[in-house]
């Protein structure tokens, strides 16, 4: 069983940063990919950005291309989501997943959530 606890979202002007972070704990493997999506009111709930542990590997969808870090810390066994240059439209929950998977932008292919956490850029 894996357990992941969001933390870091909040309230921040447009323009502005945010750090997310993703503890973990349980059974992590080394082939698990670590994902962060979003999820505003009335929306599916998409892709952002993921990372594999072993290797470090990062992808990212293309509307935060440029302004989204994810890495990971394997001795934390901690993934963070770097967010710079805020918009109002990357308001929205934030989740944390992991996946016994290569790799996948599709929510439906992670294991394991986290409770999510709010992000909200005002204008």
């Known amino acids: 069983q894996v357990r992941l606890v969001e933390s870091g979202g909040g309230l921040v002007q447009a323009g502005g940063s945010l750090r997310l972070s993703c503890a973990a704990s349980?059974?992590?493997?080394?082939?698990?990919?670590m994902g962060w999506f979003r999820q505003a009111p009335g929306k599916e709930r998409e892709f952002v950005a993921a990372v594999k542990w072993s290797g470090g590997s990062t992808y990212y969808a293309d509307p935060v291309k440029g302004r989204f870090t994810i890495s990971r810390d394997n001795a934390k066994t901690t993934v963070y989501l770097q967010m710079n240059s805020l918009k109002p439209e990357d308001t929205a929950v934030y989740y944390c997943?992991?996946?016994?998977?290569?790799?996948?932008?599709?929510?439906?292919?992670?294991?394991?959530w986290g409770q999510g956490t709010q992000v909200t850029v005002s204008s």
């Open positions: 997943a992991a996946g016994e998977i290569l790799y996948s932008s599709d929510y439906r292919h992670y294991d394991y």
């Open positions: 349980g059974r992590i493997f080394s082939y698990y990919v």
